[in-house]
């Protein structure tokens, strides 16, 4: 007698980056986000490529990070303005990432950074995951996902408005807050720069921007500011030039003109000379003794003696 079996339904797979939404809706909340996110994302090439000579990283700019899978799939996401996760490949089969998936990757981010708005309450929310009386989840906030969750080694707050920098340490399951050194900088140890504040031009914007800067207080450029520096290093390179060989051709004229002096000088003595021989048999001719004509021609009894 044979039995049949009730097929097992299996579970469906843990959705993908692919699989779920890269936007809760939200629209990016001031004009300033946009650029500053590309600030830090230009400035800290070069750190990169030096940290992962191998182009193992990522890079999310107000990208969803998604840490449980909830119905609609948003509500289980949280999305920095900027964060940078190391020893992860770029692309995903070959994909550009929509989001972040926690489950799918198993390395969290580094650093995750916040740019807000307001006076960076939403972005300090520390209100835990947790049933309502009405059957319903309460919603986390974003502090408490970043250090009870996800646990990011650094997070950052950035409030616009007051260019007020707040960052945090993630250290024995919680967050500590650091203070900055100083330089006022605050160093992210795991990346060997430091976060701060920097007032000037970015964009066509004169602002306070986040920027970074090495572990010697050194600013980490940008592309264009790289490439302007390196236009003032060699238009100084090729005014000390332009000066080196004026000086060097000064000197030439100078010598040319030592030199033309010296013959001049050399052709006066020679008449000069010739002027005295030739007067010596005229005044001896006429009776002047060796010694009267050395004293006219204001020379020696040799000298007489010798050019007469």
Do not use: C
């Not at 060997?192 to 450029?221: A, K, S």
């Not at 080196?244 to 000379?273: F, G, I, P």
């Amino acid at each position: 007698m044979t039995q049949s079996l009730n097929p097992t339904t299996l579970p469906p797979a843990f959705p993908d980056h692919t699989q779920l939404p890269d936007s809760d809706g939200t629209f990016v909340k001031n004009f300033q986000e946009h650029p500053q996110s590309i600030l830090l994302t230009d400035s800290l090439e070069t750190t990169l490529q030096t940290l992962h000579p191998d182009g193992q990283y990522a890079i999310g700019q107000d990208s969803g990070i998604y840490w449980r899978e909830t119905d609609p799939p948003e509500k289980g996401a949280e999305a920095p303005d900027w964060f940078y996760v190391p020893n992860v490949p770029p692309l995903l089969d070959g994909e550009i990432r929509r989001s972040y998936v926690i489950w799918r990757e198993y390395i969290v981010p580094l650093i995750a950074i916040e740019f807000a708005s307001g006076n960076g309450s939403e972005e300090r929310n520390n209100t835990p995951l947790s049933r309502l009386p009405e059957g319903v989840n309460q919603k986390p906030g974003k502090f408490w996902v970043y250090e009870q969750i996800i646990h990011i080694p650094y997070y950052a707050i950035y409030i616009i408005k007051t260019s007020e920098l707040e960052v945090y340490n993630w250290v024995n399951t919680r967050y500590r807050r650091l203070q900055p050194n100083d330089r006022g900088h605050y160093p992210i140890d795991l990346m060997g720069v430091e976060l701060g504040v920097w007032e000037g031009n970015y964009q066509n914007q004169h602002q306070r921007w986040l920027r970074w800067w090495d572990n010697q207080g050194n600013l980490l450029l940008t592309g264009s500011e790289q490439a302007k520096l390196e236009r003032l290093h060699t238009e100084q390179e090729r005014q000390r030039a332009d000066a080196e060989r004026e000086r060097a051709e000064s000197e030439r004229e100078r010598a040319e003109a030592e030199r033309q002096r010296a013959e001049a000088e050399r052709q006066r003595a020679d008449r000069s000379q010739q002027t005295q021989r030739d007067a010596i048999p005229q005044l001896l001719a006429m009776g002047l003794t060796v010694e009267q004509v050395a004293q006219a021609l204001s020379l020696s009894v040799e000298d007489v003696q010798r050019l007469g």
